[in-house]
């Protein structure tokens, strides 16, 4: 009997050691999220497009998105995941939605959203493969011409407040047809037009 009693006893400390050991496999997340903390709220920039239409993919790389705070400074959204740059094919975002950047900034009231665009390529024959925007998007095969950028710095005035644990949604609509000009001598340049769609 003694001996019966040892080997339950024994059992049950098997069963709470497997219990609190978390042997249970958990699944991961689908897309990375940065939570905020106390003081913080979490901010999204989603980008959309209206296109040029004479190419098969736009690439855009942007080297960041900021908000600039009233009394403080700029505040870095930072890339999901993290990465030095984003890439976007402005083709793959008519009448769709990507993320551009995503995270916890302070608490309080903001009158800038700040873009860096670092460069830009139309290709014309084939289109991009993959995702709307990630940090990087492989170059599709064909004839392409390079965008030159005049000014990589983009300022949108547009006013909005960060609360402690709020969620705050900011769409972007870059206007891929008023962006992109032919020079006299046929090259092409990128003279960003983004607008402020709604924040929510």
Partial sequence: MRSARQLVALIMVFAAFGCSSGGGSASA????????????????VLLTDS???????????????????SGGGWETIPFQPPSPSRTCDLKKLV???????????????????????????????????????????????????????????????????VTSGGVTTITLDFEGERSIHRTGSGRFMLKPVIAVVSVQ
């Avoid at 997340?29 to 999204?44: H, L, Y």
Wanted: aromatic share 6%; net charge negative; glycine share 10%.
């Fill in 51 to 69: 296109p040029f239409d004479d190419a098969k993919a736009v690439l855009v790389t942007f080297t960041e998105v900021s908000a600039h705070r």
């Fill in 95 to 161: 009448g769709a939605q990507d993320i551009l950047g995503t995270g916890a900034l302070p608490q309080g009231h903001y009158t800038q959203i700040r873009l860096m665009v670092s460069e830009a390529t139309l290709y014309f024959d084939n289109p991009s493969i993959g995702p709307a925007c990630a940090p990087a998007i492989a170059a599709p095969d064909g004839a392409s011409a390079p965008l030159e950028i005049p000014s990589g710095e983009v300022k949108l005035n547009r006013e909005f407040d």
């Fill in 29 to 44: 997340p689908t897309t990375p999220t940065a939570s905020a903390g106390a003081g913080e709220g979490t901010v999204t």
